[in-house]
């Protein structure tokens, strides 16, 4: 089982910057790809970024070029640095992991930390 917790978020003005950062820790064989998705009220969940485990990014189009996720040296941690926040990224991010426990591969997400951007 992976636990994941997250930090940073918070409240920031339009054109500010925040940083998450997720920590995954239990038990896991190996972590495949991480991210972040974000929900927004009365939206659906979308992902934000993913990234794998060599390393390749993915980028939703609203957040290509503002959002730069990366993954720590131990590999167990993500960040997503977001500049130039606009007022519709204002969401809830949620961390996610892929894992394997030796014999299968399982999803899991974090408790969601609030992202809110005031015009």
């Known amino acids: 089982q992976v636990q994941l917790v997250e930090s940073g978020g918070g409240l920031v003005q339009a054109g500010g910057s925040l940083r998450l950062s997720c920590a995954a820790s239990?038990?896991?064989?190996?972590?495949?790809?991480m991210g972040w998705y974000r929900q927004a009220p009365g939206k659906q969940r979308e992902r934000v970024a993913t990234?794998?485990?060599?390393?390749?990014?993915n980028y939703a189009d609203s957040v290509k070029g503002r959002f730069t996720i990366s993954r720590g040296n131990a590999e167990t941690t993500v960040t997503m640095e977001m500049n130039s926040l606009k007022p519709e990224d204002t969401a809830v991010y949620y961390c996610?992991?892929?894992?394997?426990?030796?014999?299968?591969?399982?999803?899991?997400w974090g408790q969601g930390t609030q992202v809110t951007v005031s015009s």
């Open positions: 996610y992991v892929h894992a394997s426990n030796g014999f299968k591969w399982i999803d899991s």
């Open positions: 239990g038990s896991f064989a190996s972590i495949g790809v």
């Open positions: 990234i794998g485990s060599s390393g390749n990014t």
